[in-house]
């Protein structure tokens, strides 16, 4: 079974700061076999957007609202992912969800999901 857990997510004001990680408690896949791992977020009734992406090589990419302010990072030997956020703003306020993708297109792995809610 295929576990990714998002946490971290929650209530912060605009301008603070919160910090998300996302991990593998339980997979079919190794590290060698991931290709990217990445976050997402989606707000009701919007399409799912890229937050941040980091790759097998480490090389980031970030969507244009969020860079600058959002800091993507992994820890390969445990399969899990970090998204640092700062200076957030209410236009933020999503599901975020985590994201693992497989070398090969032989899989691609999404977490539950954690509310980050950005009071104005």
Not at 19 to 37: G, K, Y
Not at 75 to 98: G, H, R, W
Request: net charge positive.
């Amino acid at each position: 079974q295929v576990q990714l857990v998002e946490s971290g997510g929650g209530l912060v004001q605009a301008g603070g700061s919160l910090s998300l990680s996302c991990a593998a408690s339980r997979t079919i896949f190794s590290v060698s076999s991931v290709d990217a791992m990445g976050w997402y977020r989606q707000v009701p009734g919007n399409q799912r957007e890229l937050v941040a992406v980091i790759d097998s090589n480490g090389i980031t990419s970030y969507g244009d609202f969020v860079k600058g302010r959002f800091t993507i990072s992994r820890d390969n030997a445990k399969i899990t992912v970090f998204l640092q956020m700062n200076n957030l703003k209410p236009e933020d306020s999503a599901v975020y969800y985590c994201n693992v993708k497989i070398k090969f297109k032989l899989g691609d792995y999404w977490g539950q999901g954690t509310q980050v809610t950005v009071s104005s």
